[in-house]
């Protein structure tokens, strides 16, 4: 199996992703993103860590809890 994904950055909206496994787009997929910089309280990152480690499928959950554990720091240092 071969899976593609090109990520478009749209400096003044939002990215987007089009994935592609073994050449076919495939429109149902989830992804998360991490991406620490200003605006955010840290409330707000709590909330959305609780949320996303909650919805994961169970295979995920530990890996997510572990990136956002260890991206906490980062927002610290860059939250409101």
């Known amino acids: 199996m071969r899976i593609d994904i ?3 950055r749209d400096p003044d909206s939002e990215c987007s992703l089009t994935v ?3 050449g076919k787009p495939v ?3 989830h992804y ?3 991406d620490p910089g200003a605006g955010y ?3 707000e990152f709590d ?3 609780a949320e996303a ?3 994961a499928p169970e295979h995920l959950k530990p890996v997510l809890a572990e990136i956002y554990d260890e991206m906490r720091e980062t927002y610290e ?3 409101l």
Do not use: G, K, L, P
């Open 53 to 55: 480690v909650a919805d």
């Open 32 to 34: 998360w993103s991490f």
């Open 41 to 43: 309280e840290m409330d």
């Open 6 to 8: 090109i990520h478009q």
């Open 27 to 29: 429109q149902d997929y």
């Open 77 to 79: 240092r860059w939250s």
């Open 47 to 49: 909330a959305e860590a």
């Open 20 to 22: 592609y496994v073994d």
